[in-house]
């Protein structure tokens, strides 16, 4: 987690997820929401899945990323394409059909940024050469001799 983008894509993360946990919890209580669950039982299953994946891009591994672009295209994706078909064929939306669609973009485009972030993590950056020239010389670094105290003093 080296910039600030990277950070911003965790917030995000976390963000969505507490946002799909409201609409479990809102489901499980029989309230009334803007968006409904696909499949109540897979949206706990995928909470958790989210929860380990977020510890893994947390670390930059990016196994994480995999399982979290797999997991979210997997459920989100197939809401998708069910929708656009009678989309597509010119069948009016029914109510709130927009709302879980938009919702269902956002997991897939989040999923998708989180994996492009991931993979251009590990590009070499460039090394500083305002001060290379000290650290990488080896003449400058200080010359030890028998004389010198090499204990080390601790309180215990």
Known sequence: ??????????????AFTIFRTVVSLM?????????????????????FVALACMVMVFKRLKLGGILYIVAYWGYFGA???THLGPMMDGEPLGPGVPMQLFCSAIG?????????????DHVKRPDDTKTSWFYNNPDLDKKKDEREDTHNYRIY
């Open 1 to 14: 987690m080296r910039s600030m983008m990277n950070w911003m894509i965790a917030f995000f993360m976390g």
């Open 108 to 120: 897939c485009v989040l999923a998708l940024i989180v994996m492009i972030d991931l993979l251009t």
């Open 27 to 47: 489901d499980a209580r029989g309230e009334e929401f803007f968006v409904k669950p696909l499949d109540p039982t897979v949206e706990v299953i995928l909470l």
């Open 79 to 81: 809401d998708i394409i």
